[in-house]
């Protein structure tokens, strides 16, 4: 498995249309065969930043993600309501199992 996490700033007066597309390319993401998760989350003390938590069943999977429909229309919506160019970290999974995440009874494996 391979977690990303996406580091997002957005312009003040932006949140509310970049909350709307991450939402919808949220909804839409989730569908994919190769995507276990994908969380947007809010900052609370500052809700212009965000983090976009996305789960990949394969090393594959981002790529096949970026090459849907509305994972473009997310890129070139949100690219004008950022306050700086978005970042990412990329993480591998320890805890719970790859196993656990079709199975919650693997947990204990």
């Not at 909804?27 to 809010?42: L, T, Y």
């Not at 999977?61 to 970290?89: C, F, G, I, N």
Request: charged share 20%; with cysteine; glycine share 0%.
């Amino acid at each position: 498995m391979l977690i990303v996490h996406v580091f997002v700033h957005v312009k003040p007066d932006c949140v509310e249309a970049f909350k709307a597309a991450s939402l919808e390319n949220a909804r839409h993401s989730v569908q994919e065969p190769g995507i276990a998760r994908f969380d947007v989350i809010q900052q609370v003390d500052d809700p212009t930043r965000f983090v976009l938590v996305e789960i990949y069943h394969t090393a594959a999977a981002p790529v096949q993600h970026k090459e849907t429909a509305h994972y473009a229309a997310w890129r070139d919506t949100v690219a004008d309501l950022m306050a700086e160019p978005r970042s990412s970290v990329k993480y591998v999974n320890l805890f719970p199992n790859d196993a656990s995440w079709h199975n919650p009874a693997a947990l204990d494996d």
